[in-house]
């Protein structure tokens, strides 16, 4: 697994497996969150099969899909709050960009923008893409 710690309370990863989840759980890890879509997955690692690995190993689960391109305010609110005060999470999605895109998000305006860019470069991820998001955001909570 190619964990990448964004705060010390939050891990993000590429696809996680299930045969993964008890090695998290053990490591940990309180909370998993599946960012990735049903539609770009198997049956063998959709969200059902992911709800069944996470409720075997103990872990809370959460299933807030991202597609590409498609944020919405909604989808940032769920993010902060399945992530937020519940232990050690782990999120994913295809290669853990979408996770962090969603993590920066919660941010804006609770960070200045320049380290939550800096948090998500240091854990391998470009969110410059993003930065105007982060900025309008940030000023609507300001």
């Known amino acids: 697994m190619d964990l990448r ?4 309370d939050l891990a993000v990863s590429p696809q996680i497996m299930p045969e993964d989840v008890p090695a998290l759980a053990q490591a940990g890890f309180k909370v998993l969150v599946n960012n990735r879509p ?12 992911m709800t069944m690995a996470a409720e075997q190993a103990g872990m809370r689960y959460h299933y807030l899909p991202f597609h590409p391109g498609q944020i ?12 937020a005060g519940q232990g050690p999470v782990i999120a994913y999605c295809r290669s853990g960009n979408r996770s962090t895109v969603l993590w920066a998000l919660n941010q804006a305006g609770r960070l200045p923008e320049a380290e939550i860019l800096r948090i998500a470069a240091d854990a391998g991820f470009d969110l410059s893409g993003v930065s105007p998001l982060i900025s309008s955001l940030a000023s609507r909570k300001g």
Request: avoid cysteine; charged fraction near 25%; glycine fraction near 8%.
């Open 72 to 83: 919405t305010p909604q989808l940032i609110a769920e993010f902060g709050a399945a992530t």
């Open 5 to 8: 710690q964004i705060t010390p």
């Open 38 to 49: 049903d539609d770009e997955v198997g049956p063998d690692i959709d969200h059902d099969a």
